[in-house]
Nanobody, 120 residues
């Protein structure tokens, strides 16, 4: 199974980007999916989470600006980012808790990350 993140880029402050993360391969079920980010010199931090029943949680720093969503039919995760700030600059990673065939419990899988750069 692979998680492929895309949609990053360079944007001016106040602009918008939409990140996508597609899970490919044979998957029995998808539980929670998450977006994390890691800025230079900082630890990876949780940005947003969506549960299997579409409950959502956000970091305080992005509440009201970012929206996480998912397309269950496509096993694809999204992050709509509006009102971007220079402090949002980071590599963004998607994470999913997946149950694969012949496994007895789900595991966490990570995408490679996509760079988001916000200029002031």
């Amino acid at each position: 199974v692979q998680l492929q993140a895309s949609g990053g880029g360079l944007v001016q402050a106040g602009g918008s980007l939409r990140l996508s993360c597609a899970a490919s391969g044979t998957i029995v079920s998808v539980n929670a999916m998450n977006w994390y980010r890691q800025a230079p010199g900082k630890e990876r931090e949780s940005v947003a989470r969506i549960t299997s029943d579409d409950g959502t949680n956000y970091a305080d720093s992005v509440k009201g600006r970012f929206t996480i969503s998912r397309d269950k039919a496509k096993n694809t995760l999204y992050l709509q980012m509006n009102g971007l700030k220079p402090e949002d600059t980071a590599v963004y990673y998607c994470n999913a808790n997946l149950l694969l065939p012949f496994r007895t419990r789900p595991d966490d899988y990570w995408g490679r990350g996509t760079q988001v750069t916000v200029s002031s």
